[in-house]
C-alpha cells in the first residue's frame, strides 16, 4: 500500500523557519516526481515547489528565495525547508508524488505563521 506521510508542521512566528518532511512508503520513490502543495482555508490548492526525479527543481513565485525543496531517494523522503515565514505561508501543506499515470497525496500538515 502507497503511503505518503507528512510531518514538521507547526505553530511559527513571522520570520521563522520549519522543515516539513514527507516519508514515501509502498512505491519506488526514485522513479516520482514529488511536489509540495498547500491549501489556505477557503483557497484552492496551489503548487509551492517541485523536485522531479531528473533533478531539476521548480518554485511559486511566492516563495522563491525563502523556501527550498530537497529528496533523499535512499530515504524515500522529501523535504521542505521553509525559512523568512510570513503569515501568508499559513496553511495545510501537502506532499504529491506523481509517475505516469500513477499520482498519491499525502494526509497534509498544518503550518501557522503567526504571533
Known amino acids: 500500500q502507497v503511503q505518503l506521510v507528512e510531518s514538521g508542521g507547526g505553530l511559527v512566528q513571522p520570520g521563522g523557519s520549519l522543515k516539513l518532511s514527507c516519508a514515501a512508503s509502498?512505491?519506488?520513490?526514485?522513479?516520482?516526481?514529488t511536489f509540495w502543495y498547500r491549501q489556505a482555508p477557503g483557497k484552492q490548492r496551489d503548487l509551492v515547489a517541485g523536485?522531479?526525479?531528473?533533478?531539476?527543481?521548480n518554485y511559486a513565485d511566492s516563495v522563491k528565495g525563502r523556501f527550498t525543496i530537497s529528496r533523499d531517494n535512499a530515504k524515500n523522503s522529501v523535504y521542505l525547508q521553509m525559512n523568512s515565514l510570513k503569515p501568508e505561508d499559513t496553511a495545510v501543506y501537502y506532499c504529491?508524488?506523481?509517475?505516469?499515470?500513477?499520482?498519491?497525496w499525502g494526509q497534509g500538515t498544518q503550518v501557522t505563521v503567526s504571533s
Open positions: 523536485s522531479r526525479r531528473s533533478g531539476t527543481t
Open positions: 504529491y508524488a506523481q509517475s505516469g499515470s500513477r499520482s498519491y
Open positions: 509502498g512505491m519506488s520513490f526514485r522513479i516520482y516526481d
